[in-house]
Structures are given as structure tokens and as C-alpha cells.
């Protein structure tokens, strides 16, 4: 009975890992390229949004996460240094939005 259950055990702590890599490694590149429309900050750096870097717009925020975004390219890194626990490339549209954004005519 033993085995069977370190054989289960085995099975659900891979199970949990895995979601939690994928989320590291989109963290991870994302805080290398910093390009997405927009970021979702998991337990922001400030209690409000006036403590966060100047250029930073905020798009919502409810004190548990917050959407961000900036003009400035390395305005990640900047979040991660005033103390964000997980910065995920985050799009404006939903997660769903599969159409490409368009472009007005030129």
C-alpha cells in the first residue's frame, strides 16, 4: 500500500510542478524582453499604485495583483527590484483575444 501511495504522491507533486515551471519560465522570459501589452503583477511592490515606478501605468489593480503596463522596455526588471513577487506578460484583450490587434489604414 505504500508504494501505491509514494507512486500517487509522486504523480500529483509532478502534476503541481509542471504548471508552476511554465509560469517561471513565461516570468522569467518576460522579465528578459519585457514585451507583452501589458503585465500582471502577482502581489504588487506597493500597497498602492503611487508607490510604483513613475513611468508605470496602472490598468486595475486590487491590492492582491495588478495590471500594468509602460513604454519603457525594462519596466519588469524595475517591478521585480521594488520588491514583485511574479510579473506574468499579461494582454489587455484576455488570455482568449486569438485575433491579431489590427492596424488602422494607412
Known sequence: MTR????????VAL??????????LFATVF???????AALVIFPPARDPAGLPEDIEV????????????DNL???RRLYQSGAVLVLPFRK??????????????
Open 15 to 24: 502534476a503541481a510542478a509542471l504548471p508552476l515551471a511554465v509560469f517561471l
Open 31 to 37: 522579465a528578459i524582453t519585457g514585451e507583452a501589452p
Open 4 to 11: 501505491r501511495l509514494k507512486s500517487v504522491s509522486k504523480k
Open 59 to 70: 490598468l486595475r489593480w486590487d491590492g492582491q495583483t495588478a495590471v500594468v503596463t509602460s
Open 93 to 106: 484583450s484576455g488570455c482568449l483575444a486569438l485575433q491579431p490587434s489590427r492596424k488602422p489604414a494607412v
Open 74 to 76: 525594462d519596466y519588469v
